[in-house]
């Protein structure tokens, strides 16, 4: 009982931090690229995350960007069409890709 005690205790104790001071978020700026296909990533990735959210992932394959739209719709329910998934596919891939299929 008494490790609860100081568990609590001391997981109580970050409640009361306090910081002088104004804290500053740093704005950080993600290239976007526009051009064929972008209405359709706005319109079907921008819903749920951020554009820095996809870039991130780095230059990549045809492939990872196919396997990444796939995941959104399969695992996470995305209402992206078949159209759409090759449009998104194809910007991704154009614009953040690493000029591999695969």
């Known amino acids: ?3 609860y005690i100081i568990a609590a205790l001391f997981a ?4 009361n931090a306090q910081v002088e001071g104004e804290i500053q978020v740093p704005y950080i700026p993600f ?6 296909g972008f209405e359709t990533v706005q319109a079907n990735c ?3 995350h951020s554009f820095g959210y996809m870039i991130n992932q780095g230059p990549q394959s045809k492939k990872f960007w196919h396997e990444k739209v796939v ?9 992206i069409t078949k159209e759409d998934e090759a449009i998104v596919t194809d910007y991704f ?3 953040y890709g690493n000029g591999r299929l695969e």
Do not use: D, N
Request: aromatic share 8%; with cysteine.
């Open 1 to 3: 009982m008494k490790k």
């Open 12 to 15: 109580m104790t970050s409640l």
């Open 31 to 36: 290239e976007i690229k526009m051009g064929k």
């Open 46 to 48: 921008l819903t749920c």
């Open 71 to 79: 995941k959104m719709i399969v695992h996470f329910k995305a209402p």
């Open 93 to 95: 891939f154009e614009h």
